[in-house]
Nanobody, 122 residues
Framework: QVQLVESGGGLVQAGGSLRLSCAAS????????MGWFRQAPGKEREFVAA????????VYADSAKGRFTISRDNANNMVYLQMNSLNAEDTALYYC???????????????WGQGTQVTVSS
């Protein structure tokens, strides 16, 4: 089982940057692909980015390509989401999640954190 705790959210002006972190418990972190999702008020949860177990392969939503970077540190059980050029449409609760295989749909993910709020002011 994996427990996930996100951090790093906050209030930022449009055009700014944030780095989200997700700390995972357990000794099997490197056996899970990891993903970031987000949910804005009144909207469904949507995929943002995912990374393979080794970190050698990543996939991004079109809205994140060129602005966001997902990475992981298996030695320290961490996954990150670097977000640049933020805009108001990025305002949402951001979740990290763990899956046995890389996927872009939330149904593929077995474990979820509680989320960290990102608010971008325009």
């Amino acid at each position: 089982q994996v427990q996930l705790v996100e951090s790093g959210g906050g209030l930022v002006q449009a055009g700014g940057s944030l780095r989200l972190s997700c700390a995972a418990s357990g000794r099997t972190f490197s056996s899970y692909a990891m993903g970031w999702f987000r949910q804005a008020p009144g909207k469904e949860r949507e995929f943002v980015a995912a990374i393979s177990r080794s970190g050698g392969w990543t996939v991004y939503a079109d809205s994140a390509k060129g602005r966001f970077t997902i990475s992981r540190d298996n030695a320290n059980n961490m996954v990150y989401l670097q977000m640049n050029s933020l805009n108001a449409e990025d305002t949402a609760l951001y979740y990290c999640a763990a899956s046995k295989s890389v996927g872009v749909t939330s149904l593929m993910y077995d474990y979820w954190g509680q989320g960290t709020q990102v608010t971008v002011s325009s």
